[in-house]
């Protein structure tokens, strides 16, 4: 079964600094990964998908499949991106997402 | 379109109680999840729909769940009887589920308290 592994539960940096978020996946196929963002009291929204290959908000994130990885970077990070994070899995043929524990992003003044 | 509706948004309940959460999922798309999400675990998907027809809900608990898809502008998640560790946020969602269309939409989710 696919599974999503967001090892980090909390990541704490300060404002301007690089942001790194984890994401690693185990599905022998070829998946379909995303971001999804959790603003405080705000529904959960998509953040960006490797198929589209678009920076959002100044992420971006690469899809490697030789390391299984989908880690969410932004060079300078901002008060405003303070938030929940969830790496998502959609595994071929299925319309299921997978989502990771989650990693709450902090980013202090 | 007002996006997938939940409610309520904060349910209070003594134990033993039944429970019954609502989901509005946004018109014309075919796929329902109901997803719970605690601190320890995230976020878990507890049941799929299709097309109004329960696909996957192999993540349901236990038999004290139930949910159900009448129609497909509506869905309910049932709890009976409802227990403590019960307790947590959960999120409908809905998408087209066709083609690259793979997004799912989130509701504001409903938080469940049992005391």
């Known amino acids: 079964a696919q599974r999503v592994t967001q090892p980090e539960k909390l990541l704490s940096v300060f404002k301007g600094a690089p942001v790194e978020l984890k994401c690693n996946y185990s599905y022998s196929g070829s998946p379909e990964l995303f971001w999804y963002v959790q603003y405080s009291r705000q529904r959960l929204q998509l953040l960006l998908r490797h198929i589209s290959r678009e920076s959002i908000k100044g992420f971006t994130a690469d899809l490697n499949k030789g390391e299984t990885s989908f880690h969410l970077k932004k060079p300078f990070a901002q008060e405003e991106d303070s938030a929940m994070y969830y790496c998502a899995l959609i595994t071929g043929g299925s319309y299921i997402p997978t989502f990771g524990r989650g990693t709450s992003l902090i980013v202090h003044p | 379109d007002a996006g997938v509706i939940q409610s309520p948004r904060h349910e209070v309940t003594e134990m033993g109680q039944e429970v019954t959460l609502r989901c509005k999922p946004i018109s014309g798309h075919n796929s329902l999840f109901w997803y719970r999400q605690t601190m320890m675990r995230g976020l878990e998907l507890l049941i799929y729909f299709n097309n109004n027809v329960p696909i996957d809900d192999s993540g349901m608990p236990e038999d004290r769940f139930s949910a159900k898809m009448p129609n497909a502008s509506f869905s309910t998640l049932k709890i009976q009887p409802s227990e403590p560790r019960d307790s947590a946020v959960y999120f409908c969602?809905?998408?087209?589920?066709?083609?690259?269309?793979?997004?799912?939409?989130f509701g504001q989710g409903t938080r469940l308290t049992v005391v």
């Open positions: 969602a809905s998408s087209l589920a066709q083609g690259t269309n793979t997004e799912a939409f």
